[in-house]
């Protein structure tokens, strides 16, 4: 989990693993980024299981 594109450039350029979760809300207080990964909870999970080198959650 990242707030840096290059982790999501890199994923993209050589596939998983690892597995990327870019976070694309910009520098946040703790208890904010904490709310956006809890409301994603289900796509995160579903991303486990997914092919997808890299998930973006706004």
């Known amino acids: 989990m990242s707030l840096d594109a ?3 450039e890199m994923a993209a350029l050589f596939g998983p ?3 990327v979760i870019w976070l694309r809300c910009g520098n946040q207080p703790t ?5 956006i990964v809890r409301d ?3 796509a995160i999970l579903a991303f486990e299981h997914d092919d997808a080198a890299c998930l973006e959650i706004y």
């Open 17 to 19: 693993p690892p597995k």
């Open 31 to 35: 208890l904010v980024v904490e709310a």
């Open 6 to 8: 290059d982790f999501a």
């Open 40 to 42: 994603h909870a289900a």
